[in-house]
């Protein structure tokens, strides 16, 4: 393929609840598609992180200025583009995980659709719907928090993930393990909250039988996490640590995670995630496709990832209600606590028209 075209959207879509982490509040999806034409077919693609870098160190502006100064030009000078090629051509650019992973996304969304073949079939996807687990966010009480977790139960959602910092620990916990049993599936996320000082405070949450906790610790401290589990019974899983096959097989090889959240996004695009995968699965370690809150243009592709047979365990994969009221594909509706794999060619998916002019917040052209 050539690149003739590369188009960003920005859009504004408003939450239906405000989602509260360790590390902010969010109330609108605020970020920009990439829309790319070649020679063959045209691609979609989402930018998966926030405007501000409280996340990780990407945000929507400084996201845009690395596509249009550094990695859309390196990827429009290939004479035979294809999704394998956007890697290598964009390696000598330092970091931007996110960034990239956005371009190749749209290349091979376009690529896909060229031979007409699902992004599911090209991963090697066993499951034709994936199970829906879902995030929950930090709340002003426990009644608050009660309250939703039961809304999400009777939806069908098969495991919760409850946001978690200090201060909203063990008492959350506790109280959804005396409401809804021990039998529920639960785990928690602390999105970097907390200091290898706090092990003996999270040793407290061991005794709730949690399927893991995810990155208790600072992103950069992958020994940290080591240490911790020597100390927690509870699995260490990461999610902000990892960016990259081999920083995955480290830390599974220095036991700093017995669980790994794999988001395509952050590991520069679902090529690397494959491999991450693969590399867990090598090792006997479960992995689950982890969410950024997106629309529909970046949910289909992680209903693909979240269909290879390594990921034993529900994701944040939720359905595209728990986020918007409106959303700018066809919504992913759960069906008996699962959502399908998308069977199109590509992503499977494409905007709206209507939806996605109503949500646009501006467009800029980066090729073309
Ligand atoms: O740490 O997994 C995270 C949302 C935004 C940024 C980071 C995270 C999350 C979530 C929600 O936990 C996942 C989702 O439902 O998309
Ligand atoms: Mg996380």
Known sequence: MKLERVELVQVAIPLVTPFRTSFGTMTTKDTFLLHVVTDTAEGWSEFAADPEPLYCSEFVAGAEIVLRDFLVPRVAALRDLTAAAVGPATAKVKGHELAKATLETAVLDAELRTYGMPLSVFLGSVRDRVPAGVSVGIKDSVGELLDDVERYLAEGYVRIKLKIEPGWDIEPVRAVRRRFGDALPLQVDANTAYGLADAEHLRRLDEFGLLLIEEPLEEDNLHGHARLQRRIATPVCLDESLHGARDTAAAIAMDACRVVNVKPARVGGYLEARRIHD?????????????????????????????????????????????????????????????????GPGIGIEPLPDALRRFTRGRRELLG
């Open 279 to 343: 590399v867990a699965r090598a090792h006997g370690v479960p992995v689950w496709c982890g969410g950024m809150l997106e629309t529909g243009i970046g949910r289909a592709p992680n209903l693909a990832l979240a269909a290879l047979p390594g990921f034993t365990l529900p994701g944040d994969t939720s359905a595209s209600g728990r986020y918007f009221a409106e959303d700018i594909t066809e919504p992913f509706v759960l069906e008996d606590g699962h959502l399908p794999v998308p069977t």
